[in-house]
């Protein structure tokens, strides 16, 4: 692996969910020359090994994790708050799925969109 490519790899790690431009942004903290090409391209060859994977949580860039960090992600369209639950919380769906489909479901590679608590009950800001 290419100091680079560790460097991308530490950040995602570092960071938990972040965008492509969060990732350049902490990378260029201790390496100023590196680019947004260059963490694009790299994201993409550690997720074909495996190592990263991405979530789209809404609108814009996708978000990158480790592959380990496997969850459901919710996210409130109204805050912008972001939750996870266990991937088991969608088990029965994926079961249903499986006999109706053959489908067979990846939860954690899933955001599910809603209100959170806080603005359902109308304590939480618009954003």
Known sequence: MTPQRQLV?????????ATPEQICQRIRRLTPTVNITTVYRTLDLLEELGLVRHTHLGHGAPTYSVNAHEHVHLV???????????CEALAALGEQLRAAR?????????ALSGVCAGCASGDQELT
Do not use: I, Q
């Not at 409130?76 to 266990?86: I, K, M, N, Y």
């Open 76 to 86: 409130c369209h109204r805050c912008g708050e972001l939750d996870e639950v266990p």
């Open 102 to 110: 053959g489908f067979e479901l990846d939860a954690s590679h899933l």
């Open 9 to 17: 790899l530490d950040a995602v790690t570092e960071l938990g969910h």
